[in-house]
C-alpha cells in the first residue's frame, strides 16, 4: 500500500513533458509577438473640406459643359482655365510617370535578385508617386477656387457629385448592401 506522500509526488512522464513544451511554446511567441517591430507608418493624411475624392478639374467640368449646361461664357472662361490647368499638370504627370517607372524597375530588380522586399523599401520606392499625386491633387484643389468662381451653386454641386461618381471605387460589399 503506497502512503499519501508517495500518491501525491509529481511524477515526470510523456504528459508532463509535452504540457511543458506546449507552454514554453505559447509563451515564446506571445513574447515574440509583443516585441516584433511594429509597422512602419509613412504619413497619415485626413480627409480635407474638399471631401473623401476631392473637386473636379477644369478638364473633367469641360467635357461635362452641355450636362452642366453652360453658357458660352462660362464654357470659354472654364476652357481658359483648362489650358493654364493643363499647361501646369504636364510636368507633374511627366513626373509621376517617371517616379512609378523607377519605381517599378527598382522593385523588379529586387523580385529578380529573389530577395524579399522589406516594408521600409517598398515605401520609400512609392514615396515618389506619392508625392507626385499629391502635386497633382494639390494643383487640382487649388483650381477649384477659380473654376467654382465660373460655375453656379447648382454647377458646381453636380460637378462634384459627378467627380465623386466617377472617382469613388465601389466594392461588392457596398453594391450587396454591406453582404
Known amino acids: 500500500m503506497k502512503t499519501i506522500i508517495e500518491r501525491l509526488r509529481p511524477r515526470i512522464g510523456p504528459g508532463l513533458i509535452v504540457a511543458l513544451v506546449v507552454t514554453g511554446i505559447v509563451l515564446w ?6 516585441h516584433s517591430p511594429k509597422p512602419l507608418i509613412v504619413e497619415h493624411q485626413t480627409v480635407s473640406e474638399t471631401g473623401p475624392v476631392g473637386v473636379p478639374d477644369p478638364p473633367f467640368v469641360l467635357v461635362r459643359a452641355d450636362a452642366l449646361k453652360l ?6 472662361q472654364v476652357r481658359k482655365l483648362t489650358e493654364e490647368y493643363t499647361h ?20 523588379d530588380q529586387l523580385k529578380a535578385s529573389g530577395k524579399r522586399a522589406k516594408l521600409e523599401a517598398t515605401s520609400s520606392e512609392a514615396q515618389g508617386i506619392s508625392d507626385a499625386s499629391r502635386r497633382l491633387s494639390d494643383l487640382r484643389v487649388g483650381t477649384w ?8 451653386e447648382g454647377q458646381a ?8 461618381e466617377a472617382h469613388t471605387l465601389v466594392t461588392g460589399a457596398a453594391n450587396t448592401g454591406g453582404g
Open 29 to 34: 511567441h506571445n513574447w515574440r509577438w509583443q
Open 157 to 164: 454641386q453636380k460637378a462634384k457629385a459627378a467627380w465623386a
Open 71 to 76: 453658357s458660352a461664357t462660362q464654357c470659354e
Open 88 to 107: 501646369t499638370q504636364e510636368p507633374l504627370l511627366a513626373a509621376a510617370g517617371a517616379a512609378t517607372a523607377e519605381a517599378v524597375v527598382k522593385l
Open 145 to 152: 477656387p477659380q473654376l467654382a468662381a465660373v460655375l453656379t
